[in-house]
């Protein structure tokens, strides 16, 4: 089966930009979307078909992917960004998700 | 605004099963696929399956093949999510997703949420 894989854990300083990384065997050739995920709260999708923002989304989250990599990236990260992030594909018919990734905003 | 009503928190006892509702508004459900994912305690988002409530076709993820079954009311916008033969492994927070259309893209937006607990 697929798998999707995310650094557990990032960290980034206030103002400063923060990159996500999700990673899978020609991972360019699928669309990737990013949710973020905030305790108590349902996900929210910030990123759709590698580097589409939804309505209401903040410009400050943008998305790229090519070869095995897709990211997601948090320029001038705020203390609101703190959260857990997922990235997610199709592939065979079913839903995958990376294993999420914590961000921190210190 | 497209909006996702889930049912309210459920304890179960292990053995037993459970039924979530996640009713629909603000758009027609027949035009867009619905998913359900979980998240356990700690962990990752999980994705269960996925229904078309047009004419209630199915997918499920392997993990959940035989004991999960989702189906849908078009009469009142709502799909449900029956599990059974639940296990203390099965306590999570339980989603449903709208899919993109009636194309696997992503998911947007999600219910609230339902919180079932297994425990004897």
């Known amino acids: 089966s697929y798998e999707l894989t995310q650094p557990p854990s990032v960290s980034v300083s206030p103002a400063q930009t923060a990159s996500i990384t999700c990673s899978g065997d020609k991972l360019g050739t699928k669309y990737t979307s990013w949710y973020q995920l905030k305790p108590g709260q349902s996900p929210v999708l910030v990123i759709y078909q590698d580097t589409t923002r939804p309505s209401g989304i903040p410009e400050h989250f943008s998305g790229s992917n090519s070869g095995d990599t897709a990211t997601l990236t948090i320029s001038g990260t705020q203390a609101v960004d703190e959260g857990d992030y997922y990235c997610q594909v199709w592939d065979s018919g079913t839903v995958v998700f990376g294993g999420g990734t914590k961000l921190t905003v210190l | 605004q497209v909006q996702l009503v889930q049912s309210g928190a459920e304890v179960k006892r292990p053995g037993a099963s459970v039924r979530a509702a996640c009713r629909a508004s603000g758009y027609t459900i027949t035009t867009y696929y619905m998913n359900w994912v979980r998240q356990a305690p700690g962990q990752g988002l999980e994705w269960m399956g996925i229904?078309?409530?047009?004419?209630?076709?199915?997918r499920y993820a392997q993990k959940f093949q035989g004991r999960l079954t989702m189906t849908s009311d078009t009469s009142t916008s709502t799909i449900y999510m029956e599990l059974s033969s639940l296990t203390s492994e099965d306590t999570a927070v339980y989603y449903c997703?709208?899919?993109?259309?009636?194309?696997?893209?992503?998911?947007?937006?999600w219910g609230q949420g339902t919180l079932v607990t297994v425990s004897s």
């Open positions: 997703a709208r899919g993109d259309g009636k194309n696997f893209g992503w998911l947007d937006p």
């Open positions: 229904i078309d409530p047009t004419d209630g076709s199915t």
